[in-house]
């Protein structure tokens, strides 16, 4: 009897064992199964790609590493800058273009390197229609006014017939200690007026300033991609936006000797539109 029952107690407890085993396996499986869901959520959602920082610029980091081809590997669609500050760059369908002083726009080489440019797939969510646009105080008026949130990123796109632009370009520095805001002071300014183009960028809320330019960043090419800018002023009766809001920055911080050597300063960045004639505010 004694000997029985120490069998049975055994099965039992045997049996026990591999219920909590099954189970155990099971719970491990499905915090497996569910880390998976949670990280792929997290890794299917879009983030700007950003190399250089407006705060790099206004300590005269003007030269970084990345090139063209690396950007294009980020996506299809950014603005920026070239290396000495030597054109604008703009980002189109895929097509990375560097934009002259006198705002000839031409397909960048692959080798091609810049200090700062921001980079994203582009994949709008939604389309807003925004119209009687006057300035550019009027677009970023009109955009607040109908983007989701003021505190993420958003991206933009929008095609069609411009009635005015004006427009900037860089034109290179042969000092590369030059302060940034005596530099933008400097720029040639250039007008189009009725022209059929593109704009594309991003609007920053004011809080990430110093990781993205604040405000809306805009550059614009026109229809054959010959010429193009930074957006300065703006007027326009209708177009319709793509829009893409987005909640991540990826950001790599330039790879050149100046930046690890330089005592980085604080400084207040001017915003997107305007920009040269913004006073420095450390």
């Keep these: ?9 055994l099965a039992a ?46 300590n005269t980091i003007y030269e970084g590493q990345i090139t063209a081809a690396e950007m294009k590997s980020l996506g299809n669609l950014g603005v920026g800058v070239s290396n000495h500050l030597n054109g604008e760059l703009t980002a189109v369908d895929g097509v990375v273009y560097s934009i002259a002083a006198d705002g000839t726009a031409t397909v960048a080489p692959d080798d091609l390197q810049a200090p700062y440019m921001s980079m994203i797939d582009f994949e709008p969510t939604r389309t807003i229609t925004i119209s009687d646009i006057n300035s550019f105080k009027d677009l970023e008026q009109a955009v607040l006014a109908n983007i989701t949130s003021a505190n ?6 929008a095609k069609g017939l411009f ?10 520095v042969e000092d590369e200690n030059v302060d940034f805001f005596e530099y933008l002071g400097s720029r040639q300014m250039y007008d ?34 010959t010429i193009g800018g930074h957006m300065e002023d703006i007027r326009f009766d209708q177009l319709q936006f793509e829009v893409q809001e987005v909640d991540r920055i990826n950001l790599a911080l330039p790879n050149v000797q100046k930046f690890r050597d330089i005592d980085m300063k604080m400084i207040q960045p001017p915003s997107g539109a305007g920009a040269g004639g913004s006073d420095k505010k450390e």
């Design 1 to 9: 009897m004694i000997i029985e029952h120490k069998n049975s107690l």
């Design 13 to 58: 407890a045997t049996t026990l064992a591999a219920l909590l085993s099954i189970s155990n396996a099971s719970a491990h499986e499905s915090h497996e199964h569910n880390d998976t869901q949670a990280t792929d959520s997290v890794d299917d959602r879009k983030a700007i790609e950003q190399y250089g920082l407006p705060l790099t610029l206004m």
């Design 152 to 157: 993420t990123l958003h991206v933009f796109k």
């Design 163 to 172: 009635s005015f632009t004006r427009l900037a370009s860089a034109h290179g």
């Design 192 to 225: 189009l007026e009725q022209t059929e183009g593109t704009i594309v960028g991003i609007y920053t809320p004011a809080y990430l300033g110093t990781v993205s330019i604040p405000g809306l960043h805009f550059h614009f090419q026109n229809g054959d991609n």
